[in-house]
């Protein structure tokens, strides 16, 4: 048996209500969780939410409650948002909890034993809503927070520092001998980049609010909330020296959006390595989910898409499948209802359901819906063989990308298996083989095989749709095998028992009923299209885009078509999808055996990408260093030479580089380009 697995999910601020990008992580979690407990892996899995900290405290104010009260309500909110979504944790750990709030005393005690904790006066820029500090050149122009574009405010207060400097060298060497501790590859490389360019140590406790976790010592003062926050993985687990801790530390995997990777990727394991204690397996920070191009979040409550909604008219397993399938995990993913509706129809309706419910009515008519025997003599021949073969196939290679934090390539395997045992079905039609008596066990074996494929599919997927395996498991008659996994093909499945049919396990989605969805999910008011967003940037003649009549059954209906564009031109809508940025180069490398690629790590203001670039003709690595450029940032990741390019540097110059992008003036990185 492999060694334990212990899964989390960052532990979500109380401030408001779940979304879809909370929902997102946990339901990955979840998913990873239940692949790894069906392999027969020792796991654990941990969410839960973070209460402390300025930002809960002023929400809490507005409202008139205590923080500890407004707390209450909301995480009841996440239960039984994770409740509705079938996420099966094992913990929920809230950081209001005693058991949170010792361990968290504990560990910095143990930094303070190393020398790590010292008292001084900081003063800087802070901004509530990330609950981080910041540097004048990390923020956009008017003094903003880049992620939050609200006013950041400057404070000066005593507080006590972490030695966060002492760990720049320790961190790399960590990241050097260990190639799989961040994932995936291209935010490892952000966070070598950013250890260096090197580490000031950081304020960890704050004088000026009371709501937080007092410091050992100097009650004054309360813990700064993401060492608060980030101690939860340790604290769920009793702390160091527990025995949950020795059971599942070892095992650790931080699954995170990557938004808050520096958090995880340097101040926790400096944290860690500071009090002596050992760092998590994995760290893997995903990307956002974004609606027309803006993150999907509370501070932009245009982007709110409701996953209890979701959940409640499609069921849980529809939105999983499609947030798990959609985009790989790690890049960024543009939602919209039409693309759910889409999935839903021809992978779950058409696909899985169709092989379900042709299996089932073949099976009834044929042998009087008892399972018969498999002839085993018969796998090694024509379609039979294939089918075997190719299930075999996909079912390590689910595993392989199951492993790899890869869900939406394990249900790409997964479906070419579907797909395959719907056309094994034509092949083998059982209807012919029906007609001639001699043919009966081949009959029989065909109506095994079918069943069997479908068992496969059902245990393979279960983990992304634990709800609709289960109903499938028991329309095959084999409740007991639930939490399963397949391992020899045509041998899961008994002989002898009963199958029932039952009503279509993900019924299509027809277009009255999308009017009737869309018209449900879309504000009123909003003037959002399918895609659900509002458009705050674009002049109101220009939209809706001029594509949107046949993708918007109901909510576009009243709205006024767009001016086409004059041919050979596009509207400005077409111009307004680019993210084009102003981003600073950090650093620049040569690619082994690309003469004309250079390797770069840019900065965008609070987050690095990594880019392959055209430039190693035109400009030396060392050239480039420090510059600004402009950068289109939204461009889908592609890998070049082996090496995952986030987006392109623009330059002049058509076949060759003649010039690189360049800015008059210094502007902060990140700064938007229009
Ligand atoms: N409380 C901190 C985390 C502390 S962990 C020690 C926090 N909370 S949060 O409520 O803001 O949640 C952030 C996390 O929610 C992201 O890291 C990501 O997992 C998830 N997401 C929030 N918005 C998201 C998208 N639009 N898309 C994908 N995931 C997103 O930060």
């Known amino acids: 048996m492999s060694a334990p697995f212990y899964i989390t999910t960052p532990i979500y601020y109380v401030n408001d209500v779940p979304h879809l990008g909370h929902a997102y992580t946990t339901i990955v979690a979840d998913a990873l969780a239940r692949y790894h407990r069906a392999r027969g892996t020792d796991t654990r899995f941990l969410t839960g939410t973070d209460e402390h900290g300025q930002k809960i405290e002023e929400v809490a104010q507005k409202r008139g409650l205590e923080p500890k009260a407004h707390a209450d309500e909301v995480v009841e909110r996440f239960r039984a948002t994770w409740q509705n979504l079938d996420i099966a944790h094992d913990d929920f750990i809230r950081t209001t909890e005693p058991r949170h709030e010792a361990v968290v005393a504990e560990v910095w005690r143990r930094m303070a034993a190393a020398g ?64 799989d501790f ?55 687990l009793g702390g160091p020296g527990a025995p949950l801790y020795e059971r599942y530390w070892p095992g650790a995997c931080h699954l995170l959006g990557k938004d808050i990777l520096r958090f995880h990727a340097v101040y926790w394991p400096a944290m860690l390595l500071s009090a002596g204690l050992p760092l998590p397996r994995t760290l893997f920070a995903h990307g956002w989910w974004t609606l027309r191009g803006e993150k999907i979040s509370k501070s932009l409550p245009a982007t709110r898409v409701d996953p209890n909604q979701l959940a409640a008219d499609l069921g849980p397993d529809a939105l999983r499948y499609f947030l798990l399938r959609e985009v790989p995990l790690g890049v960024d993913g543009d939602f919209s209802y039409e693309s759910l509706i889409g999935r839903v129809n021809s992978d779950l309706a058409n696909d899985l359901g169709n092989l379900l419910h042709r299996t089932l009515a073949m099976t009834d008519k044929y042998v009087g819906g008892i399972v018969p025997a498999a002839a085993p003599e018969l796998d090694a021949t024509g379609a039979h063989a294939e089918l075997a073969a190719l299930a075999e196939r996909v079912r390590a290679e689910t595993e392989r990308h199951f492993d790899a934090f ?16 719907n056309r094994y079905v034509d092949v083998a039609a059982p209807w012919t083989l029906a007609k001639d008596p001699t043919r009966r066990r081949e009959l029989e074996h ?118 086409a564009a004059p041919p050979g ?100 990185p990140g700064t938007k380009v229009r």
């Open 116 to 179: 790590d904790v010292y008292l001084g006066e900081y003063e800087g820029l802070y901004c509530v809503s990330c609950e981080a500090f910041y540097t004048e050149g990390q923020l956009d122009a008017g003094e903003l927070c880049p992620t939050h574009k609200r006013a950041v405010t400057r404070v000066k207060e005593p507080s006590y520092f972490f030695r966060l400097s002492r760990y720049q060298e320790p961190l790399l060497a960590h990241i050097d001998a260990n190639p």
């Open 182 to 236: 961040i994932q995936p590859e291209s935010r490892r490389n952000e966070i070598v980049a950013f250890l260096r360019t090197g580490l000031r140590d950081i304020s960890i406790s704050r004088t000026t609010f009371r709501w937080g976790i007092p410091a050992p010592g100097d009650p004054a003062h309360v813990i700064y909330v993401w060492v608060d926050a980030l101690t939860n993985y340790v604290s769920a």
């Open 406 to 421: 890869a869900p939406s390539r394990a249900l790409e395997s997964i479906w070419e298996l579907v797909r395959a045992a």
């Open 569 to 668: 031109m596009i509207p400005y809508d077409d111009f307004a999808r680019l993210d084009l940025r102003v981003a600073r180069v950090l650093t620049a490398e040569r690619i082994p055996g690309a003469d004309k690629l250079l390797r770069l790590a840019l900065e965008l203001g609070g987050e690095t990408r990594q880019v392959v670039a055209g430039l190693a003709e035109a400009y030396s690595p060392e050239a480039l260093i420090g510059r600004s450029v402009i950068f289109l940032a939204n461009l889908a990741p592609r890998r070049i030479r082996g090496v995952e390019s986030q987006g392109m540097i623009l330059a002049a110059g058509e076949d060759q580089v003649l010039a690189l992008s360049a800015l008059d003036r210094d502007v902060p």
């Open 446 to 563: 065909v109506i095994h095989t079918f069943l069997e494929a479908a068992l496969w599919a059902a245990l393979l997927a279960a983990p992304v749709i634990p709800r609709k395996a289960g109903v499938l498991l028991e329309q095959l008659g084999v409740p007991e095998l639930v939490g399963g996994w397949p391992s020899r093909w045509n041998c899961e499945l008994p002989a002898g028992r009963t199958t029932t049919r039952g009503a279509p396990l993900f019924p299509r989605i027809d277009e009255d009923r999308q009017a009737e969805l869309l018209a449900r999910w879309l504000p009123p008011e909003s003037g959002a299209d399918a895609g659900g967003a509002r458009q705050t940037d674009a002049p109101a003649t220009t939209k809706p885009a001029a594509t949107a009549a046949t993708e918007r059954p109901t909510a576009t209906k009243q709205k006024p078509p767009a001016p």
